[in-house]
T-cell receptor
Framework: GAGVSQSPSNKVTEKGKDVELRCDPISGHTALYWYRQSLGQGLEFLIYFQGNSAPDKSGLPSDRFSAERTGGSVSTLTIQRTQQEDSAVYLC????????????????FGPGTRLTVL | KQEVTQIPAALSVPEGENLVLNCSFTDSAIYNLQWFRQDPGKGLTSLLLIQSSQREQTSGRLNASLDKSSGRSTLYIAASQPGDSATYLCAVFNNFNKFYFGSGTKLNVKP
């Protein structure tokens, strides 16, 4: 079906507010990843979900960041008490999970959500 | 921690030239390596995926090679076109279920 979708495409918020970013992965993809790309920087891994396993949160920059994935499909990335340094493009990707040796885990990316914290 | 480096950071070539983009990584314990292109204001598009057991992959005018032991990959673009202008990113997927991205090579193909 359709590719990975993300919403909103753009979000402008005031410092201190909470924001929620949504990702709809490709149907049937069990692995879901969140990244962010700050201006002039490379892509930074944030968090990864695989099926019903506990997510790998090792990339989250602070405890203001959290993510959940409901029903093994849609994911929401929540940033509490946003700071200006949170301004970035947040990208979501999904992939099949190989089970063995990395096969089939080609990642497919959504268009991203551009977050601006004033 | 895995570090991924891409050289050059930017490249400008005339249309029709063949070119090579380089990617190096510090930890050879990878599952695979993936090349992406990123167009301004858009998400990433997957170009080629090379599994750790493979040496190269080809798609149209693109050829990617992988030398895992030396921690290197190259992306070869034949007969470049203005439509190839984009930022090219390489990413390695390591054995701890993480992707590490390089900072990209910004390619400009002049008509």
């Amino acid at each position: 079906g359709a590719g990975v979708s993300q919403s909103p495409s753009n979000k402008v918020t005031e410092k201190g507010k909470d924001v929620e970013l949504r990702c709809d992965p490709i149907s049937g993809h069990t692995a879901l990843y969140w990244y962010r790309q700050s201006l002039g920087q490379g892509l930074e891994f944030l968090i990864y979900f695989q099926g019903n396993s506990a997510p790998d949160k090792s990339g989250l920059p602070s405890d203001r960041f959290s993510a959940e994935r409901t029903g093994g499909s849609v994911s929401t990335l929540t940033i509490q008490r946003t700071q200006q340094e949170d301004s970035a493009v947040y990208l979501c990707a999904s992939s099949l999970w190989p089970g063995l040796a990395g096969f089939y885990n080609e990642q497919f990316f959504g268009p991203g959500t551009r977050l601006t914290v004033l | 921690k895995q570090e991924v480096t891409q050289i050059p950071a930017a490249l400008s070539v005339p249309e029709g030239e063949n070119l090579v983009l380089n990617c190096s990584f510090t930890d050879s314990a990878i599952y695979n390596l993936q090349w992406f292109r990123q167009d301004p204001g858009k998400g990433l598009t997957s170009l080629l995926l090379i599994q750790s057991s493979q040496r190269e992959q080809t798609s149209g005018r693109l050829n990617a090679s992988l030398d895992k032991s030396s921690g290197r990959s190259t992306l070869y673009i034949a007969a470049s076109q203005p439509g190839d202008s984009a930022t090219y990113l390489c990413a390695v997927f390591n054995n701890f279920n993480k992707f590490y991205f390089g900072s990209g090579t910004k390619l400009n193909v002049k008509p």
